[in-house]
């Protein structure tokens, strides 16, 4: 049986990855899960220097779904390699860096940098974080912008360039279009949605943010039909994600058109949901008969 | 830490809104230091989907407990779970209390609520007893008063109206002790931001050693969300940090207080 796909030039030995974001930098989950079993590790965003975040509150959960605005608190790519590079570089399976900056320079020189590190097996840059102010969304939901940033990372690395796309678009199409076109590999879909809630009794935007991004299992159909219309547009391959927490969420995305998947809020409740999601996986195909995971690629029939 | 799946041995009102929880948790409870938490997903809550964090309260063998008062959706459906039910547990999670060393600094326990929860391991395991400063709102808000006692520790009760030891905050009652003997004392503290924030004022104000469990809504509680984060001195201003990682014990020196909620 074979699970293994293909992101570019990058081998995943299977397709459960795991949403940036959702997994800090690999180590934290290490003493619960077997990180080896996963087909890729991709870790939480990284501009060129540190980040302190948002103000607290930053989550907050509703029906089937958590809002958060975290703000991409995080050590910046010095700080990142210094502390968490030495743990995830003697991982077996690929890591996945995301990145972003304010800037289409600074796009292009954090992917340089991690270019120059050696070992990374694919960037992810983020264009689509709803809670930045600069930077983040914007990049995600103009044509023009998203291309000269892929453009500038493709520029200075040969590694594998995965754009993860914001879901807050008329029409996904253009922006997979303009992606695969400046020169990417792959698209993650999606990012988490704006999203708002409010304290009635204090009548207080329940986030120090006022606004967040909304993920988990209330956001999946969104997501599925997103991937399905962006598998339609473009031929690189598709990284599904919104709301997965079992093998049948993530074969719904496989047969809307991911090549593979990432699991997100569902690692914040249960550590073991990639895993579950891979013996799934397997025991699905095993009982249907299919011999390589592809087959279930963009297999949904939608004619008559 | 470790994942494991516990059966409910049981889960009994303790007062008003307040349960007592024990499961057995074979794989957990032996970690467990003073000041740790474990992080429950609720099994039967289908909607809400995060874990609850709980500090954790008594530790016996292969059991743990829990004081938890219901406050929402969360801890609603936990108080209707019944013995032989099964939960999610991640635990021992957290940096907790520094255990008092054998002589040194008598140890002024300060809770606030089921804070009390968060401090009977310290006090159970500290070699010098000293004094636990409880308080709450009425009589029903004051938990676990006898089992501190029977740890040989002094209590000290205050409530807001009074129903119950003496009327006031339990800050003042730490107050009035400070003044009377200000030195060679150490606080440990747990209980509402308000409180926390005043046992660090008065921590400073008499130059005493004090470690405060923080709180902060939290995601994941293992350190990859960054929900929970608390502001932390560092260099000439303040980063932050995790209170379910770094946390929820900081030396409040430690604390950009200014910056807390």
């Known amino acids: 049986m074979n699970l293994s796909v293909k992101i570019g030039t990058l081998t995943l ?30 870790v939480k965003g990284i501009r060129l220097g540190p980040v302190r975040g948002n103000p607290t509150p930053r989550t907050f959960e509703v029906t089937s779904g958590l809002i958060n605005a975290i703000g991409l608190q995080g050590p910046g790519v010095d700080g990142f390699i210094r502390k968490f590079w030495p743990f995830l570089k003697e991982l077996k399976v690929p890591a996945i860096i995301n990145i972003w900056g304010t800037t289409v320079e600074e796009y292009a020189e954090v992917a340089r940098r991690f270019d120059a590190l050696g070992g990374v097996g694919a960037l992810e840059l983020n264009v689509s974080c709803p809670n930045i102010k600069e930077g983040g969304a914007q990049f995600g939901t103009d044509v023009k912008l998203l291309s000269q940033v892929v453009g500038a990372c493709r520029k200075v690395t040969e590694l594998p360039l995965i754009t993860k796309l914001s879901p807050n678009v008329v029409s996904i199409a253009p922006y997979a279009k303009a992606a695969e076109a400046a020169g990417c590999d792959a698209l993650s879909i999606m990012n988490s949605f704006p999203a708002m809630a409010i304290d009635i009794k204090t009548r207080r935007p329940r986030l120090a943010n006022v606004t967040g991004g909304l993920t988990g299992p209330c956001i999946k159909p969104i997501a599925i039909k997103l991937v399905w219309e962006a598998a339609k547009a473009v031929k690189i391959p598709i990284i599904g994600m919104g709301g997965i927490q079992s ?58 | 830490m470790v994942e494991q799946t516990v059966q409910i041995i ?55 407990s829990i004081l938890y008062k219901t406050i929402g959706k969360g801890t609603e459906v936990l108080s209707r779970m019944r013995p032989g039910e099964e939960l999610s547990l991640i635990g021992p999670l957290g940096h907790g209390f520094t255990v008092p060393p054998p002589s040194g600094e008598t140890p002024l326990l300060v809770a606030g609520g089921y804070g009390m929860a968060a401090l009977y391991l310290l006090a159970q395991r500290s070699p010098q007893k000293g004094i636990v400063f409880v308080g709450g709102r009425r009589r029903a808000d004051i938990l676990c008063e006898e089992e501190f006692r029977a740890l040989g520790w002094e209590v000290r009760v205050t409530t807001e109206d009074g129903s119950h030891g003496e009327k006031g905050l339990v800050t003042e009652a730490l107050l009035t002790e400070l003044k009377r003997r200000p030195a060679g004392r150490k606080l440990f503290a747990c209980g509402p931001s308000p409180m926390l924030k005043a046992v660090g004022r008065l921590a400073a104000e008499f130059d005493l050693p004090a470690e405060v469990s923080l709180d902060e809504h939290m995601g994941c509680g293992i350190g990859v969300c960054l929900a929970c984060v608390v502001p932390i001195k560092a260099g000439d201003g303040w980063e932050y940090q995790r209170a379910c990682t770094e946390g929820p014990v900081f030396d409040s020196r430690q604390v950009a207080w200014e910056a807390a909620k």
Do not use: W
Not at chain 1, 16 to 41: H, K, M
Not at chain 1, 251 to 263: D, N, S, Y
């Open chain 1, 13 to 42: 030995q299977n397709p459960v990855t795991v949403a940036s974001g959702t997994f800090g930098y690999g180590a934290e989950y290490s003493q619960l899960i077997d990180l080896n079993q996963l087909g890729a590790v991709v």
């Open chain 1, 247 to 304: 093998a049948a969420d993530a074969i719904e995305f496989l047969m809307a058109g991911a090549t593979a998947v990432a699991v997100g809020t569902a690692n914040f409740y249960e550590p073991q949901t990639a895993l579950q999601v891979i013996a799934g996986l397997r025991q699905f195909m095993q009982q249907n008969r299919i011999q390589d995971l592809r087959e279930l690629i963009g297999s949904v029939q939608t004619g008559k």
């Open chain 2, 10 to 64: 049981s889960n009994e009102r303790e007062a008003d809104l307040y349960y007592r929880l024990v499961v057995r948790a074979p794989e957990i409870a032996p970690l467990v230091q003073p000041g740790q938490f474990a992080h429950v997903r609720i099994l039967p809550l289908r909607e809400a989907l995060l874990r609850r964090p709980f500090s954790i309260f008594q530790v016996s063998g292969s059991t743990l």
